[in-house]
């Protein structure tokens, strides 16, 4: 199946609860990625502005089933690594985000229309314009490192469950948004929670063989006075075949988007008005 055919079969929904997408590849790390190369970054990069440094993340890591996952050593010697954050102007819809070895597109929505959703193909086209940026201004033609050697590519949609009548009104009611939530934690006096969350994963497979994960959790909050669930689910696969960047991104976007409609109630989907 081609990536048309396989995106016009996934599920889709008139008025999805996603607040924000983030697609990420992480690579090979460049050589250098300290100011100066910051700033000048920042200047050939069209329509966005440098407006943040924060903290270096760490490297995106994914073990096999059954094992630990693979053990993280960070070395805290001279300045610390940094990752810079550039938003698109004028509305700041879209923020890149750069650090040694990981570029990174959020596209958040700004408006509650649908016009304005964030979608994977909005990402996805940022993505590869900033890919192409890194490797035009940071990454000489012979080096083995930048987004041409990714290792993992990593796609989050955060979603913001609100009340639905008829479905769920309170944090103890994560069970009619969730399929893996019991709606009774046990007997009485105890049946019923006040509040609920959840963390669960998937390993994702090809012919039995690993090629990443599917992370999802649920968390109770407050939107003002109003309560929410933050759902996040986040698809990241490994990348071992130089410049199948774009297809590994879309399988993780067919993972999100499949395993979102998998875990969630029919009466939660119907509120969103599930159409396929």
């Known amino acids: 199946m081609n990536e048309a055919s396989e995106r016009g079969s996934l599920p889709q929904y008139d008025n999805p609860p996603v607040r924000e997408i983030v697609g990420a590849a992480q690579f090979r790390a460049l050589p250098r990625f300290g100011l100066p190369e910051i700033v000048r970054f920042g200047e ?3 329509g966005y502005e440098l407006r943040e440094l924060q903290p270096q993340l760490p490297p995106l890591q994914e073990g096999p089933p059954g094992r630990p996952g693979p053990a993280q050593l960070l070395l805290a010697v ?6 810079a954050l550039y938003f698109r102007q004028p509305d700041e819809r879209f923020v890149a985000q750069v650090q040694q070895d990981r570029i990174a597109i959020n596209e ?21 314009r900033l890919a192409t940026q890194v490797g035009s201004e940071l990454v000489s033609d012979s080096a083995d490192h930048g987004p041409s050697r990714s290792t993992y590519v990593e796609l989050t949609y955060v979603n913001v469950i609100t009340p639905a009548d008829g479905v769920w009104q309170d944090h103890g009611e994560l069970h009619r948004v969730l399929s893996i939530v019991s709606p009774s934690a046990g007997v009485e006096p105890w049946s019923s929670v006040e509040r609920a969350s959840v963390r669960f994963s998937f390993p994702l497979l090809e012919s039995d063989r690993f ?7 649920a968390e109770p909050a407050f939107d003002g006075g109003t309560p929410i669930f933050n759902l996040n689910l986040i698809a990241r696969r490994i990348v071992d075949v130089p410049g199948s960047l774009e297809t590994v991104f879309a399988a993780c976007h067919c993972d999100a988007v499949r395993s979102f409609t998998a875990i969630t109630t029919p009466e939660i989907q119907a ?6």
């Open 108 to 128: 958040r929505r700004l408006a509650p229309d649908r016009e304005q959703a964030p979608s994977s193909e909005h990402v996805w086209s940022e993505l590869d």
């Open 211 to 217: 090629r990443g994960r599917l992370h999802v959790s």
């Open 271 to 276: 509120h969103w008005g599930r159409t396929r």
């Open 78 to 83: 001279g300045p610390q690594p940094q990752r």
């Open 44 to 46: 050939a990069l069209e």
